[in-house]
């Protein structure tokens, strides 16, 4: 986990903390912010980002009187976006907590007292033994004891009728009907209203086509080894779809627009959001100026951001903007589906698994790894034409990947 350092602003209760260096990672470390004296001090929500303006106690690492330190973690707050680690100032010990878990906490609001103070470090216990110690030699086991004759077993009783079965009986209960409520997290809370946001302004269209993935199959599998050992990355089918996007783009630049009250605005950069998963949610970084990457630049974000997402790294900056989304349900094994516009974009590209099916080739039937891909656009600013020509082109690169490279 990175660790950031937090310069101190005082207040009239508490002192505020401001990022010198806002980077990858969400570990915060507010480092000696104040005079290491008896009495307690109030450390506040430092600032999380430009916006995020509060978030939500999800763990105290530490409990009241416990010692903590130099940078261990105390708290977890829990954003709509990210996670942050807040970490000891100093050695010391977390006084009183001021929120609960659960709670809701705003920038600059008191999170915890902490009394600055020598920690005492207690040794590890023994390790638990797992048998107990024999013997001394020289003790003897006392001999045992001759057994009593057991009594002579009692008459057996005569056997009486078996009663006869009730003539309903309700049927045995099996397995749980327990419930339970639990908070939602505030990404969760995050993506379900915008993802409302999205229907109630959008008028969502979806339109479907087929690709025929056996080409660009062929080029991965001739050049993966020697892309991987010359990049350093691995050669995927997200970066050819990336690629081709842009070019989609390029040619038809409305899908590539925004709706912004009675106008529209249209971007010549192409940034492209990639649905990644991570331990707590789906989260959408975003691929700056695709127009301009080759299929190594693009593949080498993919995985540095798969690096980030599966270590809770992803930062708010990586997320923010974007013109144009692809997620990618293939590899949970999704036949198709209606992917949902990532507002305030214009439209998003759903891929889908890759599945072998009888295909027409030539006037022959043949046995193709088929994908089928799904555009779900905004109809108020993009005809179904545009939307139905867009996905052809990209139909067009994937299945003809040399006309992709050579740019044709």
Not at 81 to 89: D, L, S, T
Not at 336 to 347: C, D, E, M, R, V
């Amino acid at each position: 986990m990175v660790t950031r350092s937090l310069s101190v602003q005082p207040q009239a209760q508490f002192k505020t903390f401001v990022p010198q260096n806002w980077g990858l990672g969400f570990a915060f470390s507010m480092k000696r912010f104040y005079s290491t004296s008896a009495a307690p001090k109030v450390v506040p929500v430092p600032p999380l980002a430009d916006s995020i303006t509060e978030g939500r106690i999800l763990e105290w690492k530490k409990k009241e009187g416990e010692q903590a330190l130099l940078d261990q973690i105390v708290v977890i707050l829990e954003t709509d976006k990210v996670r942050f680690e807040i970490r000891a100032p100093s050695n010391g010990t977390v006084t009183k907590h001021l929120a609960a878990e659960g709670d809701d906490v705003a920038v600059g609001q008191g999170l915890f007292e902490f009394t600055a103070g020598e920690v005492s470090v207690q040794a590890p216990p023994p390790p638990k033994q797992a048998q107990a110690q024999a013997p001394p030699p020289s003790a003897e086991a006392p001999a045992p004891k001759k057994a009593d004759a057991p009594p002579p077993p009692p008459p057996k009783a005569a056997p009486q009728p078996a009663a006869p079965a009730p003539a309903s009986q309700a049927p045995a209960q099996t397995g749980s009907r327990d419930e339970k409520r639990v908070k939602m997290t505030k990404m969760r809370e995050r993506i379900a209203q915008r993802l409302k946001d999205s229907q109630n302004t959008a008028a969502m269209l979806t339109t479907f086509n087929e690709i025929d993935m056996h080409n660009i199959i062929e080029l991965r599998n001739k050049y993966k080894d020697v892309f991987e050992k010359k990049h350093g990355a691995k050669l995927g089918f997200m970066s050819a779809f990336v690629r081709a996007a842009s070019i989609a783009l390029r040619e038809h630049p409305v899908v590539n627009a925004v709706i912004d009250g009675e106008h529209v605005i249209y971007r010549d950069y192409h940034d492209i959001s990639v649905a990644v998963s991570t331990p707590t949610g789906l989260v959408v970084p975003v691929l700056r100026n695709v127009e301009k990457m080759s299929f190594a630049d693009i593949e080498k974000a993919i995985n540095d951001y798969a690096i980030k997402a599966r270590d809770n790294k992803i930062a708010v900056e990586d997320m923010a903007g974007g013109t144009f989304t692809i997620s990618n349900g293939g590899v949970y094994g999704s036949l198709f589906g209606t992917p949902i516009i990532n507002p305030p974009q214009s439209a998003i590209l759903g891929m889908h698994a890759i599945n072998k099916r009888a295909h027409v080739v030539k006037d022959e039937i043949k046995i193709r790894p088929i994908m089928f891909v799904a555009l779900t656009y905004d109809h108020r600013l993009i005809d179904g034409r545009d939307a139905v020509l867009f996905l052809k082109k990209i139909k067009s690169c994937i299945e003809e990947p040399d006309s992709m490279l050579l740019d044709v």
